[in-house]
T-cell receptor, first 112, second 115 residues
Framework: DQQVKQNSPSLSVQEGRISILNCDYTNSMFDYFLWYKKYPAEGPTFLISISSIKDKNEDGRFTVFLNKSAKHLSLHIVPSQPGDSAVYFCAASVEGAQKLVFGQGTRLTINP | EAQVTQNPRYLITVTGKKLTVTCSQNMNHEYMSWYRQDPGLGLRQIYYSMNVEVTDKGDVPEGYKVSRKEKRNFPLILESPSPNQTSLYFC??????????????FGPGTRLTVL
């Protein structure tokens, strides 16, 4: 049973436009959500996170939105740059626990 | 430089031949995990360790063993590998970040093929 789902395996966006990556979860016990970015032949690297007590967290070009009632979060990248081309994983955890539950990943391609 | 290292990076082996994938971190993290990444399934946790000599099963532990004799090392052992263990493996270590975020630092990955 996939508790964290990323339903779009891939997304293609023009350079300079906004990229929106979506993630849904089913476990209402999750209270921290994270996005990881992965380049080929490298391990995932932490990008941005949000606590369930917030509905938005911003870090430069990256913003994560959380809609608890819909059990949905999204990552906005604006403006998108070619270096943003990577696989993005959404992950969720329960406070104090070390375990992360990951989604399937979305491959983002930024076209020049 | 703070990092998680894994060896080997690539391995092709045959069914039943025992192998070990090593993992080491230099960040003095207490928590370490192993994940496997498979197409359409994302990353799934195999085993984790909360401290030296403390290990526990993750979501997909069958066919794997781990040990944690030292804080920095967390090897993954496949006693009798099978083709369904062909996958991309990641080791990760964790610190308690601000606000309790479980930011995990990942190694570069080990691509294992079992024939």
């Amino acid at each position: 049973d996939q508790q964290v789902k990323q339903n779009s395996p891939s997304l293609s966006v023009q350079e300079g436009r906004i990229s929106i990556l979506n993630c849904d979860y089913t476990n209402s016990m999750f209270d921290y959500f994270l996005w990881y970015k992965k380049y080929p032949a490298e391990g995932p690297t932490f990008l941005i996170s949000i606590s369930s007590i917030k509905d938005k967290n911003e870090d430069g070009r990256f913003t994560v939105f959380l809609n608890k009632s819909a059990k949905h979060l999204s990552l906005h990248i604006v403006p998108s740059q070619p270096g943003d081309s990577a696989v993005y994983f959404c992950a969720a955890s329960v406070e104090g626990a070390q375990k992360l539950v990951f989604g399937q990943g979305t491959r983002l391609t930024i076209n020049p | 430089e703070a990092q998680v290292t894994q060896n080997p990076r690539y391995l092709i082996t045959v069914t039943g031949k025992k192998l070990t994938v090593t993992c080491s971190q230099n960040m003095n993290h207490e928590y370490m995990s192993w994940y496997r990444q498979d197409p359409g399934l994302g990353l799934r946790q195999i085993y984790y360790s909360m401290n030296v000599e403390v290990t526990d099963k993750g979501d997909v532990p069958e066919g794997y063993k781990v040990s944690r004799k030292e804080k920095r090392n967390f090897p993954l052992i496949l006693e009798s590998p099978s083709p369904n263990q062909t996958s991309l493996y990641f080791c990760a270590s964790t610190r308690a970040g601000r606000g309790g975020y479980n930011e995990q630092f990942f190694g570069p990955g080990t691509r294992l093929t079992v024939l």
